[in-house]
């Protein structure tokens, strides 16, 4: 599986960004599919979830702001990140866990700037 980010850049405070995942592979639909974050001098933390049935999860930071979404027929997961704060600063990786506990898998990161 190889995952490919994109989407991230800079944008002021309030504003809004879409991250992509697109995903190789034909095991997509049923995996369940994250994105994290790491921010310099920070550990990477999970950001939201989306299970292959479509049941999210959100970090509480995040929660009312950001929506994971994916499209099986496209191998791809999104998170729409809206009302952006400068904590938010951060790379974001999108993770694939497939049912197998050893098919974990992760994107290459895409770097979020928010300026205030």
């Known amino acids: 599986v190889q995952l490919q980010a994109s989407g991230g850049g800079l944008v002021q405070a309030g504003g809004s960004l879409r991250l992509s995942c697109a995903a190789s592979g034909s095991i997509f639909s049923i995996a369940v599919m994250g994105w994290y974050r790491q921010a310099p001098g920070k550990q990477r933390e999970p950001v939201a979830s989306i299970t292959s049935g479509g049941s999210t999860n959100y970090a509480e930071v995040v929660k009312g702001r950001f929506t994971i979404s994916r499209d099986n027929a496209k191998n791809t997961v999104y998170l729409q990140m809206n009302s952006l704060k400068p904590e938010d600063t951060a790379v974001y990786y999108c993770?694939?866990?497939?049912?197998?506990?050893?098919?974990?898998?992760w994107g290459q990161g895409t770097q979020v700037t928010v300026s205030s």
């Open positions: 993770n694939f866990q497939g049912v197998l506990r050893r098919d974990n898998y």
